[in-house]
């Protein structure tokens, strides 16, 4: 294993992404128009009220940067790449290297993630902030949590998006898999509408499942909206929850890698 | 082939079936496809065996559809024999794939392997990183690769500014990079032009004299063959045709020699015992001199004078017939086949 080898595509990564500088300008006016789409639309729903169930509307002006731009639930772009390189049979490049497939796109995005960090969230939470305000993190604490989170939350999305998209060994393409996770997502991810906000039977199974940890619950904990206990006690559910998809994902890809169909010659 | 006989790769009965869910025509065909889930088995390679000693430079040679993909990508390691035995460098390729990946180089014609978006510099970089290669090792290579491979001029340019020719020198550099004992490559001069071909045909066959890479390489161009391998595995349908010599091979079919005679008139229908006429032009007249034993002089015997003959053209047969006659025939030639 040349280790050395995994951080190499990080950086490589990354600068594949400068090559096409229009990408960046129309991302970032993309998820502005998004972003204050959903804002406008808390905005009405809100209609003058203080608060809803306890959540104030800078909350959730707040909320949607983090759950958002911040957190990227949308593993759409992720799943086509690995989906087509399967299907096209070009994954058998990285194969032929002396290299963990699922390692080296884990450093890949890792790249990819960085470059839309930098030059699309932090313009838009830069334009949101000035425009409409953004909230520090509840407390200090919540804050230093909310990292945590965020670290938590990263490898979720990506074990998520790793593991269906391997799926494509078995079916050759990645499209319905696509659609399949982006419904649940949008839903299950907490991203467009938080838990408190949902039928409590449903927030309950919601809350339980590993997709919570992707937007949910790092914006509750920076808005404090999780006491500081059962901030650290739902850290350790999602580090299980992390550790159980880690563990299905190794053995996933050890199957994926014997049934290899090279399509196209 | 090389004095080190010591084989670094042996196939022994190794065959790759692959299961295809059955489809249907048309639109119903495609709906009764979505419930039905019968299997076609393809026998994409069956039952081949051979050895290839360290040094060597092998052409596997076969039609579209004949398995050579199938068999070189289970040779690197990311297909799985369905049957048989397969030791690369001493080890199951499958089994050990990084392993095997780390001692070996692969170029496929039809697949980049290059970042199309970034300069190809970066790409070597990455590469220099992923086989953990010493700098100094890594710069004299570079070296010796962009000036074989002349490419000086463009190791700057994003790989998607590059024409085909440039790219594939580079996807060959690339993956020399980290001196593999094994470069695979599969039909690396598809698509390029005939000087661009040549420069890819001189390269390999110097870099298989002068570093001793042992070399196997799939196409369908015979002049690929002809001009890097002394050595030629012919497959159809997944089997073993021929394994041997090329020169053995067009021994054995016979020397089909060609003969062109030119008058300066038509001197009319001229049949000869000694040669057969295949074509006839009027002035230009071609034979097909079948036995060995028969020489030019022959059959200007026999011709005789008179007829006003201004030009005699005699051609060896290429191996592209040779191999035609071949295939053609299919014959179970004693001592051709294997």
Known sequence: ?265 | MGVMMTAIIAASGVSKTFHQPKRFAGLRGALKGLFNRDYTEIHAVTDISFTIAAGEAVGYLGPNGAGKSTMIKMMTGILVPSGGALSVLGRAPHSHRMINAAEIGVVFGQRSQLWWDLPVRDSFELNRHIYDIPAARYAENLAYLSDMLAMVGYLDRPVRQLSLGQRMRAEIAMALLHDPKILFLDEPTIGLDVVAKDAVRKFLSKLNRERGTTIILTTHDLQDIEEICPRLIMVDEGKLLFDGEVTRLRAALGSRRRLTLTFGTDPGTITLTTATLTADEGAAKHYLLEREDISLLDVLGELGRGHGLKDIKLEEPDIEEVIRTFYQTKPTLAGVSP
């Open chain 1, 1 to 265: 294993m040349k280790l050395g080898a995994y951080p190499a595509f990080t950086a490589t990564a990354f600068q594949a992404r400068l090559a096409y500088r229009n990408q960046v300008w129309s991302s970032v006016f993309g998820e502005l128009v998004a972003t204050f789409a959903f804002i406008a639309v808390w905005t009405a729903a809100f209609a003058d009220r203080g608060s809803v169930d306890g959540v104030s509307l800078p909350e959730m002006v707040t909320y949607v940067l983090i759950a958002g731009p911040l957190l990227q639930w949308n593993t759409t772009p992720f799943i086509r790449e690995v989906g087509d390189a399967i299907r096209t049979g070009n994954v058998t490049a990285y194969l032929l290297k002396p290299l963990h497939y699922p390692g080296l796109l884990l450093f890949n995005q890792l790249g990819n993630n960085a470059f839309e960090q930098v030059t699309i969230t932090l313009p838009v939470a830069i334009v949101v902030a000035l425009s409409v305000g953004l909230l520090p993190p509840a407390s200090f604490a919540h804050g230093a949590l909310f990292l945590a989170y965020w670290a938590v939350s990263w490898s979720m999305l990506f074990l998520i998006a790793t593991v269906v998209s391997l799926l494509a060994f078995w079916v050759l393409t990645a499209f319905a898999l696509d659609w399949f996770l982006r419904g649940i997502m949008a839903v299950a991810s907490g991203a467009i509408m938080p838990f408190w906000f949902m039928p409590a039977p449903l927030a309950t199974i919601l809350g339980n499942l590993p997709f919570a940890w992707v937007s949910y619950y790092p914006s509750a904990v920076y808005l404090g909206k999780l006491d500081i206990p059962a901030a650290f006690l739902h850290l350790a559910l999602g580090l299980a929850w992390l550790a159980a998809l880690g563990g299905f994902l190794a053995w996933l890809w050890s199957r994926a890698s014997r049934r290899l169909v090279v399509q196209g010659g």
